[in-house]
């Protein structure tokens, strides 16, 4: 089955730094990914789309020159949390389509990112 | 807007019991689906089922089934002589035709106690 390949699976940084968060399609090539933010004992919150080769599209409320988004590739997508704060952490899970309307969405194994 | 509920933010139940967790949606779209999702401690996402909107057959898979009401939007999910593994959060998710978006439910806790 599909698989998708989330990394690292737990990161700590200091406040002020950037940190890049890998989903990558091991075995399928996927046009969309999906990018979720859930925190503690919460649901997961769609952050923003990201389509292989166009810029992402953000969720009301995601600021966009925080949670950069790169869709370079047909198995690669990256979220990268510029200068980091403490409220940023929480758990990102990324989530892959194969295509338009694919009937079930993939997802990493998650990434927990604490700021200190 | 969609929309999912899941009522029951945390459940615990002894080993071997039956165990029913509730999902009730919101959509203005006539074909969409519905998901139900595990998330144990280690916080990956398991896909359990997914179910077409013009589909009510109830489904069952070994310990688990699932009952789809479209007259009452409710999609419940039923774990039956319920095992110590079964312990995780489970999200109800929706997702409309042509669309890959998921809205999630804020997902209930499953304890079960040996």
């Known amino acids: 089955g599909a698989v998708v390949s989330q990394h690292p699976s737990r990161v700590i940084c200091k406040s002020g730094t950037s940190v890049k968060i890998e989903c990558r399609s091991l075995?399928?090539?996927?046009?969309?990914m999906f990018w979720y933010r859930q925190f503690p004992k919460q649901s997961l919150m769609l952050m923003a789309t990201?389509?292989?080769?166009?810029?992402?599209?953000?969720e009301q409320g995601v600021e966009k020159d925080k949670f950069l988004i790169n869709h370079a590739s047909l198995t690669l997508s990256t979220l990268t949390v510029t200068s980091a704060h403490p409220e940023d952490s929480s758990f990102y899970i990324c989530?892959?389509?194969?295509?338009?309307?694919?009937?079930?969405?993939?997802f990493g194994a998650g990434s927990r990112l604490t700021v200190l | 807007a969609q929309k999912v509920t899941q009522a029951q933010t945390e459940i615990s139940v002894v080993e071997k019991e039956d165990v029913t967790l509730d999902c009730v949606y919101e959509?203005?779209?006539?074909?969409?689906?519905l998901f139900w999702y595990k998330q144990p401690p280690s916080g990956e996402l398991v896909f359990l089922i997914r179910?077409?909107?013009?589909?009510?057959q109830n489904e069952i898979s070994g310990r688990y089934s699932w009952n789809f009401q479209k007259s009452t939007s409710s999609f419940n999910f039923t774990i039956t002589a319920s095992q110590v593994v079964d312990s995780a959060v489970y999200f109800c998710?929706?997702?409309?035709?042509?669309?890959?978006?998921?809205?999630f439910g804020t997902g209930t806790r499953l304890t079960i106690i040996p």
């Open positions: 990201s389509n292989e080769g166009s810029k992402a599209t953000y």
């Open positions: 959509t203005r779209d006539t074909t969409y689906y």
């Open positions: 075995d399928f090539q996927a046009t969309t």
């Open positions: 998710a929706l997702r409309d035709f042509g669309n890959e978006k998921l809205t």
């Open positions: 179910r077409n909107s013009f589909d009510e």
């Open positions: 989530s892959a389509a194969t295509g338009p309307g694919a009937n079930v969405l993939t």
